[in-house]
């Protein structure tokens, strides 16, 4: 029987293909980053991009860590992510936010500005989800460490955004953390 060059080419090129896919596919994802999120969002839109975040829980995970840490360039992606997140997505930003004030507060008060809901932000319980349940003192210094990262903040175009936020704590204060024991 006598072989076919034509046919070994076109055998040898289709597992040449397969193989090259097959490694593709194995290859790890880009890792995310603030700029890769953010260039996600002018591609296709935030509510695409939330609706993608949402659906795909490592990276759900890398953007609400990249929120809560406070750095800037992730506190505008949040921002763009927040007006038109709903329910999972929304909340893990929120509480995002919220731990986001210990780190840059001011940068949280100005996103305010952007559509973050600060009333939500700021009166987030901050111990929500700890185990073993915490103690209603834990509660109140958790929430006297982010009224003191609030209070800290000096700038004039922040002090409606401020304001807002202290009234907050001090709602969460009077009618929060009734679910922790003394």
């Not at 507060?105 to 600060?118: H, M, Y």
């Not at 834990?138 to 922040?158: K, T």
């Not at 304001?163 to 969460?172: D, G, Q, V």
Request: charged share 20%.
């Amino acid at each position: 029987m006598r072989a076919n060059p034509k046919r070994a080419l076109r055998i040898a090129l289709l597992a040449c293909v397969a193989a090259c896919a097959a490694g593709a596919a194995a290859q790890p994802a880009m890792p995310l980053t603030a700029e890769t999120a953010s260039r996600l969002i002018q591609e296709v839109g935030a509510q695409e991009a939330a609706q993608r975040v949402l659906n795909d829980s490592p990276t759900l995970e890398v953007v609400a860590a990249g929120v809560a840490g406070g750095r800037r360039e992730w506190l505008d992606v949040g921002s763009q992510l927040i007006g038109v997140a709903e329910s999972y997505l929304k909340d893990r930003l929120t509480q995002s936010f919220s731990i986001a004030l210990q780190h840059d507060a001011a940068a949280v008060l100005a996103r305010g500005a952007a559509g973050v809901p600060l009333q939500a932000v700021c009166s987030y319980d901050p111990l929500i989800g700890a185990q073993p349940l915490p103690t209603r003192r834990q509660y109140e210094s958790a929430l006297a460490q982010r009224e003191r990262a609030v209070s800290a903040v000096q700038r004039a175009d922040l002090a409606s955004a401020k304001t807002t936020c202290l009234s907050a704590l001090a709602e969460a204060r009077a009618t929060g953390g009734k679910q922790y024991q003394p």
